[in-house]
């Protein structure tokens, strides 16, 4: 069995940083896509950034230049620092893989951690 556990969240004001970070463990035989998803109150949780198992990065045009992924494959972790948050910022933030175990592969399966609580207060 394979889960994600998301860390990092907390209560932070307008202009400050955090530093989320989920970690994968479990029978893992490789890692594709990891991405980071969020879901404010009283709306639909909406993918934020992304990076491939190459380092490719991608983000939602609202977080670009403020928030940066990045992983270590070694240690199966994916980060997302954020930066110049915003009060709009706040929600949960979920982790998304794509993870291919031993049992299945080569085809991988999609897990997501329970989320980490991101405030950010005005």
């Known amino acids: 069995q394979v889960q994600l556990v998301e860390s990092g969240g907390g209560l932070v004001q307008a202009g400050g940083s955090l530093r989320l970070s989920c970690a994968a463990s479990g029978t893992i035989f490789s890692i594709n896509d990891m991405n980071w998803y969020r879901q404010a109150p009283g709306k639909q949780r909406g993918w934020v950034a992304g990076i491939t198992s190459g380092g490719m990065v991608n983000y939602v045009d609202s977080v670009k230049g403020r928030f940066t992924i990045s992983r270590d494959s070694a240690k199966n972790t994916m980060y997302l620092q954020m930066n110049s948050l915003k009060p709009e910022d706040t929600a949960v933030y979920y982790c998304?893989?794509?993870?291919?175990?031993?049992?299945?592969?080569?085809?991988?399966?999609?897990?997501w951690g329970q989320g980490t609580q991101v405030t950010v207060s005005s």
């Open positions: 998304n893989a794509a993870v291919v175990v031993p049992m299945y592969r080569p085809f991988p399966r999609d897990y």
